[in-house]
């Protein structure tokens, strides 16, 4: 609910204004190249002046890997994201065995509901 709220409050709608993809599309499609190619050149101005970005030296990466994509929808999205937070908090507490004994229960609540929005009719 809280990220409905700032994404309202960027996209300047009423407080009880719903908005629903194609709302998101109309705003994101008046979004020009040169803007974000500003925004982008901006953030990495600072980036450098702050010393975080060095520009002696650039890594890219383009490996490409065929896999199977699903539909997105908004609890895959949701799944996608727990299931990424499961594995980055594992790595985080990997000696504290409980804590990762709750992830695991979470995660599995989380697919069950994924599996069970899916197949609602």
């Not at 000696?95 to 697919?111: G, H, M, P």
């Given at each position: 609910m809280y990220g409905s709220r700032i994404c309202s409050?960027?996209?300047?709608?009423?407080e009880n204004q719903?908005?629903?993809?194609?709302?998101?599309?109309?705003?994101?499609s008046k979004i020009k190249a040169d803007s974000i190619k500003s925004r982008i050149i901006s953030v990495?101005?600072?980036?450098?002046q702050e010393?975080?970005?060095?520009?002696?030296?650039?890594s890219t990466d383009c490996t490409n890997i065929e896999t199977?994509?699903?539909?997105?929808?908004?609890?895959?999205?949701?799944?996608?994201?727990?299931?990424?937070?499961?594995?980055?908090?594992?790595?985080?507490k990997k000696d504290k065995k409980d804590d990762n004994d709750?992830?695991?229960?979470?995660?599995?609540?989380?697919?069950k509901l994924n599996y069970d929005i899916n197949n609602t009719k």
């Amino acid at each position: 609910m809280y990220g409905s709220r700032i994404c309202s409050m960027f996209l300047r709608l009423e407080e009880n204004q719903g908005y629903g993809y194609s709302v998101m599309q109309k705003y994101i499609s008046k979004i020009k190249a040169d803007s974000i190619k500003s925004r982008i050149i901006s953030v990495n101005n600072i980036a450098i002046q702050e010393g975080i970005e060095s520009v002696d030296k650039v890594s890219t990466d383009c490996t490409n890997i065929e896999t199977n994509v699903h539909y997105p929808n908004n609890n895959s999205f949701i799944f996608d994201c727990i299931k990424t937070a499961t594995r980055l908090l594992k790595k985080i507490k990997k000696d504290k065995k409980d804590d990762n004994d709750r992830l695991d229960e979470q995660r599995k609540a989380a697919k069950k509901l994924n599996y069970d929005i899916n197949n609602t009719k």
